[in-house]
């Protein structure tokens, strides 16, 4: 079983930049596709950026594009969401999980093993 740690999130002024980790446990991770979502309160959770095992194919969110760069080191079981130029509407608790199985790369259900999240607040 697969376990994802998020990190790297916090408050941090309009324009401004994080950059989120998610470290993944076992010795797998390199065979996964991952990814990245967010849940701003009283929404959905929503799909922000995947990519395939070895970081050659990347998805992006259109709210996101150009902004948010999805990387990962497999060697260190690490998945990355650099995020810059921060919106307001950015805030959210952004998670990662694992691809499982075949189908699209922005759709939710097609994710498991969520982690516990990171809390994103962009604020003026």
């Known amino acids: 079983q697969v376990q994802l740690v998020e990190s790297g999130g916090g408050l941090v002024q309009i324009g401004g930049s994080l950059r989120l980790s998610c470290v993944a446990s076992?010795?797998?991770?390199?065979?996964?596709?991952m990814g990245w979502f967010r849940q701003a309160p009283g929404k959905e959770r929503v799909f922000v950026a995947s990519?395939?095992?070895?970081?050659?194919?990347?998805y992006y969110a259109d709210s996101v594009k150009g902004r948010f760069t999805i990387s990962r080191d497999n060697d260190k079981n690490t998945l990355y969401l650099q995020m810059n130029s921060l919106k307001p509407e950015d805030t959210a608790v952004y998670f990662c999980?694992?691809?499982?199985?075949?189908?699209?790369?922005?759709?939710?259900?097609?994710?498991?093993?969520w982690g516990q999240g990171t809390q994103v607040t962009v604020s003026s």
């Open positions: 076992g010795r797998t991770f390199s065979a996964y596709a």
């Open positions: 990519t395939d095992s070895i970081g050659s194919i990347r």
């Open positions: 999980a694992r691809k499982v199985g075949t189908g699209s790369y922005i759709y939710p259900p097609n994710f498991g093993s």
